[in-house]
């Protein structure tokens, strides 16, 4: 028997989500274009027909609660329901958006824009949105919905998302090219040790959570002696290439930058195990018929590419 629910409820779980996710009923009611007191009286009204609190009130701040956490991976999966019967039932005229989490050089591989286009062919009337961010607020963005799957490098797994292998990309040691001449024959820990370096930042996240998108072992040679922290790899190949500092890069983020004659790299792959590549998705979300078309053509162009033997190519 299908139980009896009031008309509001879904819209009480939409303003639920965003209340959720932004910790503002300010900023929900702006993203819902509502007024606060309307966004206010969803959750009160929610909270009243669940018997249980969803958030503790902190100043202007709404922190969830763990029940409140078990609400919003239930209201995800409700709402990737939704849209998936909606999205069958009007077929490839339908229109939408697909929001896609990354890093700068996966958007820009050959093979990634080789899927996109594709995919456009295939789906016209989907928007696709392409969402650059630290790694840890790709998974954050990918667990709490904002975004639909993520294509990020890990060096351990998670235990409330799924993750899909694609490939593995070994780790070089890169060194402006006047620089790299004072550098040992042999490259050992201890020498990698000793180096300055130019570090990728470590979000506050990473070091709270068990997941990590820079290798521990890495995290280790680069803090003994950092002379400058980045969240940004781009920035932290210029300065490299300056010769301020070495850094410890994966081989898929190198080749994707324009500096390689001013940068020397050396392969570390025996010292540090490769960074694991995939793609991110929410557990037990509805995977909509163009969401799986677009993961299935990444998982052909991408799947154990070799970076011996067929190393992804870039745009100039």
């Known amino acids: 028997m299908i139980p009896e629910i009031t008309g509001d409820f879904l819209q009480q779980l939409r303003g639920f989500y965003y209340v959720a996710t932004s910790g503002s009923v300010s900023d929900a009611a702006s993203q819902m274009n509502r007024t606060q007191s309307a966004v206010t009286y969803q959750i009160q009204l929610l909270e009243k027909e ?14 969830l ?15 990737d329901t939704i849209s998936g019967m909606q999205e069958e039932l009007q077929g490839k005229k ?9 890093s700068r050089p996966m958007f820009n591989s050959r093979e990634f824009t080789q ?18 961010a630290h790694p840890s607020f790709i998974y954050s963005g990918i667990k ?18 799924d993750f899909i292998p ?3 990309s070994p780790f070089l040691l890169a060194i402006g090219k006047n620089e790299a001449a004072a550098l040992p024959s042999v490259i050992t820990p201890d020498v990698l040790k000793s180096l300055p370096y130019i570090s990728f930042s470590i979000n506050l996240r990473e070091h709270i959570l068990k997941y990590h998108f820079v ?24 300065y490299v290439a300056m010769g301020l500092g070495c850094t410890i890069i994966d081989t898929f983020s190198f080749k994707s930058f324009n500096i390689p004659d001013k940068i020397h790299v050396i392969d570390i792959s025996s010292m540090v195990e490769p960074l694991q590549y995939g793609i991110l998705l929410r557990k037990k979300s509805n995977i909509s018929q163009f969401k799986k078309n677009f993961i299935d053509m990444l998982e052909h162009r991408l799947k154990n590419i070799s970076f011996e033997e067929n190393i992804p190519h870039f745009l100039a």
Request: net charge negative; glycine share 6%; proline share 2%.
């Open 115 to 132: 899927s996109l286009l594709e995919f456009h062919r295939e789906w016209p009337n989907i928007h696709v949105s392409l969402n650059s």
């Open 144 to 161: 709490n919905g904002q975004n639909d799957f993520g294509l990020i490098g890990m060096s351990n797994t998670f235990e409330d998302l």
């Open 65 to 79: 609660t763990e029940e409140g956490k078990h609400l919003l991976t239930w209201a995800l999966r409700i709402f």
């Open 94 to 102: 339908q229109t939408g958006c697909l929001c896609i989490a990354g």
């Open 166 to 168: 694609l490939f593995r």
């Open 50 to 63: 669940l018997g249980i609190v969803l958030f503790l009130r902190l100043k202007n701040k709404m922190i």
């Open 215 to 238: 290798p521990e072992q890495i995290q280790e040679y680069m803090s003994n002696n950092s002379v400058l922290s980045c969240s940004n790899y781009f920035i932290i190949m210029n």
